[in-house]
């Protein structure tokens, strides 16, 4: 049987725990030491092994998870290994951890466990290191939500601009058994890779929810040099800023040729670049006469765009 994606939902106290009992594979925890929540509710620790049979009993069975998702200092160590040693006997089937002293822990006792999202790996050496230690299947992406202008056009930092200092931002990604070192020159968007993610994970069309945007960018990561594998014509970005006195909205549309920005109460200006031969991007064509068809092209496009990302709720229920 082909491995699936599990379906892992926390759980803070008893109550929560049989309200998703049946709806998932398996649960989360903490107890009142060694986890990030921990000022929320949590299970006791003496409830260890009630909350691993519990999860086991149930048809299909759950799998328990204890977090130990903090920093440990040398002062916790001892009662650390008294609490993984407690999970191992108990029937706990991992343990999330971040601290590097968790995981050497469980290793000893023989647990299994999954890195926190806490530990932060942000470079390839740490990535090398938790695989190392046993994590071997991560999917790793490198990105980030803007640009910055280096001094594109005389201008630093960020904030509303049509230039791609602040829209091209980096998408690199690692996946077991799919990618290889390569670069492409295919147009990509953020809002990609939860489509993308999930069928990573194997998790069915059918499955997934009905209205969510974006692309599945698989065959990208699989064949990146391929045109014929590349499911974008084009971008669409939605900028809104609301800081202080500054208030604007700004549409941009990207393809692989232009860059259409349109800026909400300007109606007679917009901005509209040769992305072939300006790459510097000086020179905007949005009143050149030559490029009107192209203009008018690209509006309309940007108003199809527009009109795909608003939602259908709420949904119809009445037939007429």
């Known amino acids: 049987m082909k491995n699936r994606p599990e379906l892992l939902t926390p759980a803070q106290d008893w109550n929560s725990l049989k309200v998703i009992s049946g709806l998932t594979d398996a649960i989360y925890f903490g107890v009142q030491s060694y986890n990030m929540r921990l000022k929320a509710k949590n299970f006791e620790r003496v409830d260890l092994e009630k909350v691993a049979n519990y999860c086991h009993d149930q048809n299909p069975p759950m799998k328990a998870y204890l977090t130990t998702n903090i920093l440990i200092y ?9 609490l993984i040693t407690e999970a191992k006997e108990a029937g706990i089937d991992a343990i999330i951890a971040h601290d590097i002293a968790a995981i050497q822990i469980a290793k000893r006792n023989n647990i299994d ?13 740490s990535a090398r290191f938790y695989e190392e230690l046993g994590a071997d299947n991560t999917i790793v992406v490198y990105t980030s939500d803007h640009g910055d202008l280096m001094g594109d056009q005389g201008m630093l930092f960020k904030g509303p601009s049509t230039y791609m200092g602040v829209l091209h931002i980096p998408m690199i990604w690692k996946v077991p058994k799919i990618t290889n070192p390569a670069t492409t020159d295919a147009l990509m968007s953020s809002i990609d890779y939860p489509k993308t993610i999930l069928n990573l994970l194997g998790i069915k069309e059918k499955q997934q929810p009905s209205d969510m945007q974006g692309y599945n960018i698989t065959s990208i990561l699989r064949e990146p040099e391929n045109p014929e594998m590349q499911p974008r014509d084009c971008c669409l970005i939605e900028e809104d800023e609301e800081i202080g006195p500054l208030n604007v909205r700004l549409r941009h549309l990207i393809t692989k040729d232009h860059k259409l920005t349109i800026y909400e109460g300007h109606k007679e200006f917009g901005d509209l670049f040769d992305r072939k031969n300006d790459l510097n991007e000086l020179n905007n064509l949005w009143f050149d006469s030559d490029h009107n068809n192209i203009r008018f092209s690209l509006v309309n496009r940007l108003l199809q765009e527009c009109l795909k990302t608003q939602t259908r709720y709420p949904k119809r229920i009445a037939g007429t």
């Not at 040398?74 to 008294?82: A, F, G, I, R, T």
């Not at 466990?113 to 050496?125: D, G, K, L, Y």
């Open 74 to 82: 040398d002062s916790e160590l001892q009662d650390l290994v008294n």
């Open 113 to 125: 466990f999954h890195i926190s999202t806490q530990a932060n790996v942000s470079n390839i050496e």
